[in-house]
C-alpha cells in the first residue's frame, strides 16, 4: 500500500532541490555528522556494472578552498567568455564568495571511462546517482549545494592539490553550506505530457 504521506514528502524533496547559490550561511561549518549522514545515504544509490565504485573528499581546508575557488572561478569566465553566454547574478555570487563556503564534497569514482559511448553511459551510471542522491540528502537537511562539473576540465591541477592517484575519475563539486532564508520551491518547467512520449519519438497517444 502506498503511503501518501512518505510520498508528499519525497516529492517536495525532489521537486524543490534547487542550485542554491546564494542566501547560504558562510560563518557556521558543516557538521561532519550531516556529512557523513548524507553520503551514508548517497552509497545507497543504485549502482551498474561498475558497482561501489565511489569515493568522497571533503575539503574544509581554508587555503585548499582558496585554491579551487580560484581554478573554478578561472574555468567559468572562460567558459562564458568562449561562448558568450551572460553569467546570472547566482554565478556571480558564488563565485565571490566560493572560498568561504564551509565545505566542497567531491565525488570520485575509481578506474577511467572507456571512449566507447555505451560504456562511458554504464561507468558514469554507477557514480552520478549517488552524487546526485548526496545532493537530496543535503537537500533534505537544510544544506544548500549546486552541481558542477567544471573543475573536471582542470582535473590535474586538482589531482595534484588533493594527492588524487593515477586511475581515479574526478566527477561532480558540491560547494555545502546550510540555507539562510533560502526560499527552495519548485521551478517552472514544461509538464510530462509536453515532453514525453508514448511507444516511438514524437507520440502522444
Known sequence: MVDSGLTSQVDY???TARSVRRKLDFE????????????DVAVQAPTGLAGENWRFVVITDPELKAKIAAIYRDVLVQLSESRDVTLKPGHHALMARLHEIPCMIMVFSLGEPDVDTSAQLAFYGSILPAAWSLMLAMRARGIGTTWTTLLSSRSDEIRELLGIPEGVTQTVMLPAAYTKDANLKKAERKPASEVTYWNGWQNNA
Open 13 to 15: 524533496v525532489l521537486s
Open 28 to 39: 557556521t561549518p558543516v557538521s561532519r555528522q550531516d556529512i557523513e549522514a548524507c553520503i
